[in-house]
């Protein structure tokens, strides 16, 4: 389904693998300050995007400021792989925390074209391996995803869908 129709006062998580094309996709159909991404807070609390022991530093940091900006009654979109269930369901609690809905635009592409842009990139300090852990895990749990408590799921299975994916508000 190429329209995806926002709740204007939404907590958007973009789910997928590395290279699934979750920052693309975000800096396509959002604004720059609606958009949290786990690399920038990565990035600001370390230094480096990469340092991967950063990460609790760097999801409170992010955390925080999603909490900031629900308060306010803006939308908020984070870009963050949230393959897995337990990292799903802080961003659900934080949602309901702040009475906006938790909804997902999930990247679900083929392993073997995310494993291609993973080596054509070659700028991530993990292995195609990963990126393709990281897919399964996402396509055994998607299906329950409406349970954790998201209220849309928009899922999209090809670059074509990707593509032709278009995004509009609605209040
Ligand atoms: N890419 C592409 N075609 C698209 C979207 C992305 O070829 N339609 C490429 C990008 O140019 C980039 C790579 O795929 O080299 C990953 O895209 P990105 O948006 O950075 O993916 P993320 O999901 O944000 O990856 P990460 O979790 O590692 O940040
Ligand atoms: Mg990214």
Redesign the pocket.
């Known amino acids: 389904q190429p329209h995806i129709p926002l709740p204007e006062l939404a907590l958007v998580a973009?789910v997928?693998?590395?290279?699934?094309?979750?920052?693309?996709?975000?800096?396509r159909h959002f604004g720059p300050h609606e958009v949290l991404?786990?690399?920038h807070f990565r990035a600001l609390v370390s230094g480096s995007e990469h340092t991967l022991d950063a990460n609790a530093a760097a999801f409170d940091s992010l955390f925080y400021v999603a909490a900031k900006r629900l308060e306010r009654g803006l939308l908020t979109v984070i870009?963050?792989?949230s393959v897995r269930p337990d990292d799903r369901r802080r961003l659900v609690d934080l949602a309901r925390a702040h009475d906006v809905l938790p909804v997902a635009i999930v990247?679900d592409l083929p392993r073997g074209l995310l494993e291609a842009?993973?080596e054509?990139?070659g700028?991530?300090p993990f292995s195609a391996a990963v990126?393709g852990r990281q897919q399964t895990e996402l396509r055994r749990t998607l299906r329950g995803m409406g349970k954790e408590g998201f209220r849309h799921v928009w899922t999209l299975r090809s670059?074509e869908e990707?593509?032709a994916a278009w995004v509009t508000r609605v209040p």
């Open positions: 973009l997928g693998a590395s290279s699934s094309g979750k920052s693309t996709f975000a800096a991404s786990s690399d870009d963050a792989t990247l842009r993973h054509a990139r700028d991530r990126v670059p990707v593509e």
